[in-house]
C-alpha cells in the first residue's frame, strides 16, 4: 500500500512528535494542540529539518526525527506499524513545498 503525506499531515505529524517529545516519548496523554511555531525546512546540504516550541521550549528535529514523526503520526493516530512503514521525504523546488511518500509493507 502507498501512502501520500501532503504538507498539512507532515505538518501535523511534527507536531504530534514534539508534544510526545515533551511526555516521556508517549504519545497517549500528548498535547499536540500545544507544539506552536512548527516550521520544518529543506536545505540540500543537510536535508530535512523541523523545529516547534511546546510550553516556551524550543525543539529540533533532524531529517531523521522528521521521518520518524511521520512514522509515530501514522501508527498512533492510524494504526499502522511503525517497523512496516518506508517514508521518503519529498522537497519540490518550484513550489517550494514538501510532502511524504510511505510505503507500508507487510
Known amino acids: 500500500m502507498n501512502l501520500f503525506l501532503d504538507e498539512q499531515d507532515v505538518l501535523d505529524s511534527v507536531h504530534v512528535f514534539i508534544a510526545s517529545q515533551d511526555n516521556h516519548g508517549r504519545v497517549e496523554g500528548s498535547a499536540p494542540h500545544n507544539v506552536h511555531d512548527v516550521q520544518v525546512s529543506y536545505e ?3 536535508g ?3 523545529k516547534g516550541s511546546i510550553y516556551g521550549k524550543q525543539h529540533y528535529l533532524n531529517q531523521q526525527q522528521v521521518i520518524d514523526a511521520v512514522s509515530v503520526y501514522l501508527s498512533s ?5 511503525a517497523d512496516r ?8 523546488d518550484s513550489s517550494r513545498s514538501f510532502s511524504a511518500d510511505v510505503i507500508v509493507e507487510r
Open 48 to 50: 530535512f529539518s523541523a
Open 44 to 46: 540540500e546540504r543537510h
Open 85 to 92: 512503514l518506508l517514508v521518503k521525504m519529498n522537497w519540490d
Open 77 to 81: 493516530y492510524y494504526s499502522f506499524r
